[in-house]
């Protein structure tokens, strides 16, 4: 029988770790959870990966990797795959028992009311109840507002006849993920970790495992709910920055003031953070993370946070504003902008990544079908695939033929390396709306484009 991993002091802690006897398993291997799992299994922990998805869980058992837009992930895969130090499974019942370590990465979106949606941590939590039973560690990666552990999942694991006690039967940390895509194996060995716990006892084995298995710095907080109200603030902070300077880029355009030429000469002040605007603020992380904290705030008073709820309304509403600029071009051009043919150059919600989760690219597809216009779509990391119902075109070439105006929603590297300008000037009275800065406005009216952009005033 496996010893409780309480009953442990700190030497045969350790020993645990040095000797790699510890079994990890992870439940939800997607974005996060897959490549946590095998950075796991790369340090000589037997690794587990739990998913529902029997897709991809037969898609990694048979060799074939997922993630294809991040960064060192194929090397990683294919070492501890040739090991045989992790595989997959869709048995939780059978998986769990056997491991010693669970971690948590299941997705937490939020539903059509905005509201943060933690069915699949309960429905896991649920299924724990029933699984756990001598010590293990269950550590929650996900990101989830402050006290949620503490209050649901933490009752629904030890379970409504509390047939589980947390401390005894099972223990409860927290260690937020906050690796961004694209850069998540390159973000894994530098950003410091957070560790809270129910019992805090507990938090020196779950400090010592991952700087063991990361190396990075690790953050005791005082309990998990701190650790989750980090990880919120770092990235609402973000998401209220981006909605500032995406205000005021809609003030510059109207004063004549270049926003970017504003941002470049403020962060040359030791205390100023730059943000750029944007189409809006998209991905599973920054929206979900406000309405989180905004969830948690309106059960005290629903005034509080109000900087946020504003923040919200101001992202949510570039979309419209990408649309004004349009309308401002096919003015301009004098063409009529219904039954016209406009391209969107990008539809993830960042660069260099495969992903349209909450992307500010949908609402402007939206927006745009409502007027009648007719829509293609270039993003070379959807090449053949359908998205918003559309097929994606195979080139930029393709993507501009019988088009009259472009709408450039993400900077991939791949149209930052393009000339777009000159690209562009080859067609008849082009419109070219830039959601990313990545063009330069001069450039662009000198071959003969008619430009608007996100925080481009009139002083170029
Ligand atoms: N993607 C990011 O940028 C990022 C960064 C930091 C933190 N996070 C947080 O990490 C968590 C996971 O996010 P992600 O982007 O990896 O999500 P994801 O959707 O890519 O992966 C989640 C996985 O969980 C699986 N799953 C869903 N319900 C399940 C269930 N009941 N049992 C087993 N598996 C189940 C899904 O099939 C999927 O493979 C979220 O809380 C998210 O906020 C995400």
């Given at each position: 029988?496996?010893?409780?991993?309480?009953?442990?002091?700190?030497?045969?802690?350790?020993?645990?770790?040095?000797?790699?006897?510890?079994?990890?398993?992870?439940?939800?291997?997607?974005?996060?959870?897959?490549?946590?799992?095998?950075?796991?299994?790369?340090?000589?922990?037997?690794?587990?990966?739990?998913?529902?998805?029997?897709?991809?869980?037969?898609?990694?058992?048979?060799?074939?990797?997922?993630?294809k837009d991040?960064?060192?992930?194929?090397?990683?895969?294919?070492?501890?795959?040739?090991?045989?130090?992790?595989?997959?499974?869709?048995?939780?019942?059978?998986?769990?028992?056997?491991?010693?370590?669970?971690?948590?990465?299941?997705?937490?979106?939020?539903?059509?009311?905005?509201?943060?949606?933690?069915?699949?941590?309960?429905?896991?939590?649920?299924?724990?109840?029933?699984?756990?039973?001598?010590?293990?560690?269950?550590?929650?990666?996900?990101?989830?507002?402050?006290?949620?552990?503490?209050?649901?999942?933490?009752?629904?694991?030890?379970?409504?006849?509390?047939?589980?006690?947390?401390?005894?039967?099972?223990?409860?940390?927290?260690?937020?993920?906050?690796?961004?895509?694209?850069?998540?194996?390159?973000?894994?060995?530098?950003?410091?970790?957070?560790?809270?716990?129910?019992?805090?006892?507990?938090?020196?084995?779950?400090?010592?495992?991952?700087?063991?298995?990361?190396?990075?710095?690790?953050?005791?907080?005082?309990?998990?709910?701190?650790?989750?109200?980090?990880?919120?603030?770092?990235?609402?902070?973000?998401?209220?920055?981006?909605?500032?300077?995406?205000?005021?880029?809609?003030?510059?355009?109207?004063?004549?003031?270049?926003?970017?030429?504003?941002?470049?000469?403020?962060?040359?002040?030791?205390?100023?953070?730059?943000?750029?605007?944007?189409?809006?603020?998209?991905?599973?992380?920054?929206?979900?993370?406000?309405?989180?904290?905004?969830?948690?705030?309106?059960?005290?008073?629903?005034?509080?946070?109000?900087?946020?709820?504003?923040?919200?309304?101001?992202?949510?509403?570039?979309?419209?504003?990408?649309?004004?600029?349009?309308?401002?071009?096919?003015?301009?051009?004098?063409?009529?902008?219904?039954?016209?043919t406009v391209t969107l150059l990008g539809v993830s919600?960042?660069p260099n990544?495969h992903?349209i989760?909450?992307?500010?690219s949908?609402?402007?597809?939206?927006?745009?079908?409502?007027?009648?216009?007719q829509l293609k779509i270039f993003d070379p990391f959807f090449i053949n695939e359908t998205v918003f119902?559309y097929k994606v075109e195979k080139s930029i070439t393709d993507a501009l033929i019988g088009t009259d105006a472009m709408i450039l929603i993400t900077a991939h590297n791949e149209f930052k390396k393009l000339n777009l300008t000159s690209i562009f000037s080859s067609l008849n009275?082009p419109?070219l709306?830039?959601?990313t800065?990545i063009i330069?406005?001069?450039?662009?009216?000198?071959?003969?484009?008619?430009?608007?952009?996100?925080?481009?005033?009139?002083?170029?």
């Amino acid at each position: 029988m496996r010893k409780n991993l309480i009953s442990l002091d700190k030497s045969q802690m350790n020993e645990s770790i040095i000797k790699k006897s510890l079994k990890i398993g992870v439940v939800g291997i997607g974005r996060i959870g897959l490549p946590t799992a095998l950075c796991f299994a790369n340090a000589s922990f037997q690794t587990i990966g739990i998913d529902i998805n029997e897709k991809l869980v037969d898609m990694i058992n048979s060799g074939n990797y997922p993630l294809k837009d991040e960064p060192e992930f194929d090397k990683i895969f294919e070492n501890v795959i040739s090991k045989k130090m992790f595989s997959a499974t869709t048995d939780i019942s059978e998986a769990i028992p056997n491991c010693d370590i669970i971690l948590l990465s299941l997705p937490t979106p939020m539903d059509h009311q905005n509201v943060p949606d933690y069915t699949a941590l309960l429905t896991v939590g649920k299924t724990l109840n029933g699984l756990l039973a001598d010590g293990q560690i269950v550590i929650v990666e996900s990101t989830v507002e402050p006290g949620f552990i503490e209050n649901e999942l933490l009752n629904t694991i030890e379970g409504p006849e509390k047939n589980l006690i947390s401390g005894k039967d099972f223990h409860l940390a927290v260690c937020p993920e906050t690796a961004n895509p694209g850069e998540i194996m390159n973000d894994f060995k530098k950003l410091p970790r957070l560790v809270g716990a129910i019992d805090e006892k507990i938090s020196p084995l779950v400090s010592s495992l991952y700087t063991d298995v990361f190396g990075v710095e690790l953050i005791p907080m005082p309990n998990c709910k701190t650790a989750n109200a980090v990880k919120l603030t770092t990235n609402v902070f973000r998401d209220i920055n981006i909605a500032f300077v995406n205000e005021l880029a809609i003030l510059f355009e109207k004063l004549g003031i270049d926003t970017y030429t504003v941002i470049d000469a403020a962060k040359r002040k030791y205390n100023f953070q730059p943000h750029i605007p944007g189409p809006g603020v998209g991905g599973p992380c920054l929206p979900v993370n406000s309405y989180q904290y905004l969830n948690s705030s309106k059960k005290i008073d629903s005034n509080f946070l109000k900087i946020v709820q504003d923040a919200r309304k101001i992202n949510e509403s570039m979309p419209n504003h990408v649309i004004n600029l349009l309308n401002d071009a096919f003015f301009e051009s004098k063409k009529p902008l219904e039954n016209s043919t406009v391209t969107l150059l990008g539809v993830s919600y960042k660069p260099n990544v495969h992903d349209i989760q909450i992307a500010p690219s949908e609402e402007i597809a939206k927006l745009l079908d409502k007027k009648n216009i007719q829509l293609k779509i270039f993003d070379p990391f959807f090449i053949n695939e359908t998205v918003f119902g559309y097929k994606v075109e195979k080139s930029i070439t393709d993507a501009l033929i019988g088009t009259d105006a472009m709408i450039l929603i993400t900077a991939h590297n791949e149209f930052k390396k393009l000339n777009l300008t000159s690209i562009f000037s080859s067609l008849n009275k082009p419109i070219l709306i830039d959601c990313t800065g990545i063009i330069d406005p001069k450039n662009a009216k000198s071959n003969g484009i008619i430009f608007r952009g996100i925080g481009r005033g009139d002083n170029f």
